[in-house]
């Protein structure tokens, strides 16, 4: 039978631990609700399990910040090249977008709640096929940029929307790198792209390939590494 009880800490708010025959390690789980769930083999001391959550503190509470951000209404939205607003028009019976520039609007009626799920859904649509064509015309740029730099070759290039990889290198040196990227500073998009290409050379992440990533980033592609999973997509 598994046995559950809640834990309350000024750090990160209510745990619930709950101890499962079938468990075989200690796992920790921030649902979307960021409601907090640890799980525990039947043999392992409570108090074992509780020093593991607290050590994760740091990143419990970034992950509720994740949360807290990806339900919050999009209003406005900067990306690199663009500028996404949504505005109230009294005329309008339907949602609308129009492009002028680098000005993207989206009209929506007066009457209608800028928070709702049908404008939020068509705010994120737009905001995504933006950051693909953004995507499409910079990202190729950076990564030839990169690759003559650091004496690199690659074969293909696409362009996914993928939510849980940044980039990725198949074994015929095919990069696929995320649209998301566009949300992050320069630096950081560099090292990603950096990352791929040293793929093209060390295909798994042994001792040589982080000498040779850390020999394009000069010297820093750990504090990078870190710097980048601090990192999260608004949706």
Not at 47 to 66: C, D, G, P, T
Not at 104 to 126: E, R
Not at 165 to 176: A, D, E, L, Q, Y
Request: glycine content about 2%; some cysteine; proline content about 3%.
């Amino acid at each position: 039978m598994n046995r559950t009880r809640q834990c309350t800490y000024s750090q990160i708010g209510t745990v619930t631990y709950t101890y499962r025959t079938r468990s075989k390690r200690i796992t920790l789980r921030v649902k979307k609700d960021s409601t907090i769930h640890v799980t525990i083999p039947y043999l392992v001391k409570f108090s074992h399990a509780e020093e593991f959550v607290l050590s994760k503190a740091e990143w419990i509470k970034r992950k509720i910040q994740e949360n807290t951000e990806r339900t919050r209404p999009i209003l406005e939205f900067n990306s690199k090249y663009h500028l996404v607003r949504l505005k109230a028009e009294s005329n309008l019976s339907k949602c609308k977008v129009l492009k002028n520039g680098s000005d993207v609007l989206i009209l929506h009626p007066s009457t209608a709640d800028p928070a709702s799920h049908s404008i939020q859904t068509l705010a994120k649509k737009v905001i995504t096929e933006v950051l693909r064509a953004e995507a499409k015309h910079y990202l190729p740029l950076k990564l030839k940029e990169l690759a003559t730099r650091y004496n690199f070759s690659y074969g293909r290039v696409s362009i996914r929307n993928s939510k849980t990889r940044w980039g990725s290198c198949s074994g015929k040196n095919n990069i696929s790198l995320s649209l998301r990227l566009m949300y992050l500073p320069e630096h950081l998009i560099n090292y990603v792209l950096l990352h791929e290409l040293c793929h093209t050379k060390e295909k798994n992440h042994g001792p040589r390939f982080w000498l040779l990533l850390d020999s394009v980033c000069q010297g820093n592609s750990k504090m990078l590494s870190k710097e980048l999973k601090r990192f999260s997509i608004p949706f």
